[in-house]
Structure formats: C-alpha cells, structure tokens
T-cell receptor, first 110, second 114 residues
Framework: GQNIDQPTEMTATEGAIVQINCTYQTSGFNGLFWYQQHAGEAPTFLSY????GLEEKGRFSSFLSRSKGYSYLLLKELQMKDSASYLC???????????FGDGTTLTVKP | DTEVTQTPKHLVMGMTNKKSLKCEQHMGHRAMYWYKQKAKKPPELMFVYSYEKLSINESVPSRFSPECPNSSLLNLHLHALQPEDSALYLCASSRTSGEADTQYFGPGTRLTVL
C-alpha cells in the first residue's frame, strides 16, 4: 500500500524561507511530484524527483532521499501569492497511478 | 500549450438527472484521467485512459461512466448521483501513463448534487 505524510498547515512570513516535508512508505517508487493548488483551482505541477538530491527551479527547490522515504519542498523569498495547498504525490509501480498526500496548507503573512 | 479545458465549470443536478462532464486537451497526450476532490482533501483517482483504452478503474460506482471518444477528448457521464458525489471533478492528461510523466490538470467542474 501507499502511505504519505505531510504537515496539515504551515504559516510563514513574506520574504522568508519555508520547508514543507513529505515522508512516504510505498510498495513501489518511480518518482515524487510536488503540486501547488490554490483554493478552488486545479493543481499545477511544481517539480519531479526520481533520483536523490536537490532540484532547483527558481524560488522553488525539491529534495529527495529514496533511502529515507523523504522529500521536501523549499520555497524561498516567500510571496503572498504562495499561500496555497502543496501536494506531495508518489508515483508507484502501477502506471498512471500517483498517490497524493493530504496536502499542506501554507499561509504567508505580511 | 499546456492547457486542459473542462466544461462546464459548475453543474447543479438532481439525483434523477443525467449529465456529462467534458475534458479536452490538444497537447498530443495519450493518457487522460478523472479525479474527484472533496474540500480540503487531495484528488482521488477515478479512471485512467491510456491510448483511448480504459486502463484503471478505481472501483468507481457505475453511476459514473467514462468515455474517451478520441485521443483529445474525455467525458464523464453521470446518472443517478447521490448528494455525497458533490465535489470538484478534475481532468488531467499526461504524455503517456508512464510513472514519470507529469500530469496537467484542468480547472475542474464543481458538481453539486441536490
């Protein structure tokens, strides 16, 4: 089976850095996705990691440790528009099927 | 163009109605998906089509009936729904149904069943 854990809520200040963690226990692993979802909108793709290490993309970076079943999403220079839900999703061995975590709701305050 | 479109944006229907949700993409993707998302919950996979054939059905009740008329279109036919089926229905597509393929989501149809 699949088990994915993320914190439910986080709060951070505009301009700061925040790290959203995701731990997973899955029967198979073929990569981990991070999505951003604003309230009432569709999820949008942020990053994909399949190898250990850090992937940097502008203000957002994502890290993966396969041996630890652990990933994090790092958001730098936070902006108010970054207030959203961040979903961690693991791609297993069943093609086409990604399992989503419950999401972390991030609130950025002035 | 990384756009997936869905119609309608909002739908209100009674339990005896029959309605359809539509999804379209023109990215040449060969995998398309239906998800159901309740408030403050992650998307739950319902169906996956790969090369226009149904490849995954996550034990969805038969009152939901998917259809893939061609590689660009995906429909979800609704009949005799229950109030608990009220949710945001998301369509997504990806290049293939491979494990590493990013899924691109449409804006969703917000369904209310009375």
């Amino acid at each position: 089976g699949q088990n994915i854990d993320q914190p439910t809520e986080m709060t951070a200040t505009e301009g700061a850095i925040v790290q959203i963690n995701c731990t997973y226990q899955t029967s198979g692993f073929n990569g981990l996705f991070w999505y951003q979802q604003h309230a009432g909108e569709a999820p949008t793709f942020l990053s994909y990691n399949v190898l250990d290490g850090l992937e940097e993309k502008g203000r957002f970076s994502s890290f993966l440790s396969r041996s630890k079943g652990y990933s994090y999403l790092l958001l730098k220079e936070l902006q108010m528009k970054d207030s959203a839900s961040y979903l961690c999703a693991v791609s297993g061995t069943n093609a086409g099927k990604s399992t989503f975590g419950d999401g972390t709701t991030l609130t950025v305050k002035p | 163009d990384t756009e997936v479109t869905q119609t309608p944006k909002h739908l209100v229907m009674g339990m005896t109605n029959k309605k359809s949700l539509k999804c379209e993409q023109h990215m040449g993707h060969r995998a398309m998906y239906w998800y159901k998302q309740k408030a403050k919950k992650p998307p739950e996979l319902m169906f996956v089509y790969s090369y226009e054939k149904l490849s995954i059905n996550e034990s969805v009740p038969s009152r939901f009936s998917p259809e893939c008329p061609n590689s660009s279109l995906l429909n979800l036919h609704l009949h005799a729904l229950q109030p608990e089926d009220s949710a945001l229905y998301l369509c997504a597509s990806s290049r293939t149904s491979g494990e590493a393929d990013t899924q691109y989501f449409g804006p969703g149809t917000r369904l209310t069943v009375l």
